[in-house]
Antibody
Framework: QVQLQESGPGLVKPSETLSLTCTVS??????????WGWIRQPPGKGLEWIGS???????YYSPSLKSRVTISVDTSKNQFSLKLSSVTAADTAVYYC??????????????WGQGTLVTVSS | SSELTQDPTVSVALGQTVRITCQGD??????ASWYQQKPGQAPVVVIY???NRPSGIPDRFSGSSSGNTASLTITGAQAEDEADFYC???????????FGGGTKLTVL
């Protein structure tokens, strides 16, 4: 079955850009009916959707993060990536990559990567 | 603030039935999905859509919806069901994704 694995720095300095990559195994990132996205969870808090992208380009982002977020897809490597610019301590969180599935009037996130903690600190 | 509202904490006696709810205007137009998250683990989807259970999810988990409220029901709660549960759906515009604030389920 499809598995997702996040990778990237665990420590980012304030004002810099957070960059994470998600490697997809067991299936193609170019498959139809799927978007690929990122969700984060600050320590001890709830889940926050960051954004999602279809492999061919359609992208949608959380309104609260839209000005700082870019999600891209590399079909040749079967990977997708997150860039979040101008980070502050409030961006410290566990970041999950996810596959977004679609049905009739419903969508759901499955599977999830194991998550990676990114700390913003100087 | 989230556009989906959940009770922060819910408790249930072992073996009894518990309902966890999620309220929001967008639920009148979109189904919710439900996720279980145990400490230190990634969330796992337990219910999506009208009442769909992914393979491997016990049949004691079920979902329903009425008006602006979606519900996750656990019939015969087990100790291993103790976890945080999150609902998610579209926001009121239909263009973005929102999560509820989460419900911490305690099995007594």
């Amino acid at each position: 079955q499809v598995q997702l694995q996040e990778s990237g720095p665990g420590l980012v300095k304030p004002s810099e850009t957070l960059s994470l990559t998600c490697t997809v195994s067991g299936g193609s990132i170019s498959g139809s009916s799927y978007y690929w996205g990122w969700i984060r969870q600050p320590p001890g808090k709830g889940l926050e959707w960051i954004g999602s992208r279809y492999y061919s380009g359609t992208t949608y982002y959380s309104p609260s993060l839209k000005s700082r977020v870019t999600i891209s897809v590399d079909t040749s490597k079967n990977q997708f990536s997150l860039k979040l610019s101008s980070v502050t301590a409030a961006d410290t969180a566990v970041y999950y990559c996810v596959r977004e599935n679609y049905g009739d009037n419903v969508f759901w996130f499955d599977p999830w990567g194991q998550g990676t903690l990114v700390t913003v600190s100087s | 603030s989230s556009e989906l509202t959940q009770d922060p904490t819910v408790s249930v006696a072992l073996g009894q039935t518990v309902r966890i709810t999620c309220q929001g205007d967008s639920l009148r137009n979109y189904y919710a999905s439900w996720y279980q998250q145990k400490p230190g683990q990634a969330p796992v989807v337990v219910i999506y859509g009208k009442n769909n259970r992914p393979s491997g999810i016990p049949d004691r988990f079920s979902g329903s919806s009425s008006g602006n409220t979606a519900s996750l029901t656990i019939t015969g709660a087990q100790a291993e069901d103790e976890a945080d549960f999150y609902c998610n759906s579209r926001d009121s515009s239909g263009d973005h994704v929102v999560f509820g604030g989460g419900t911490k389920l305690t099995v007594l």
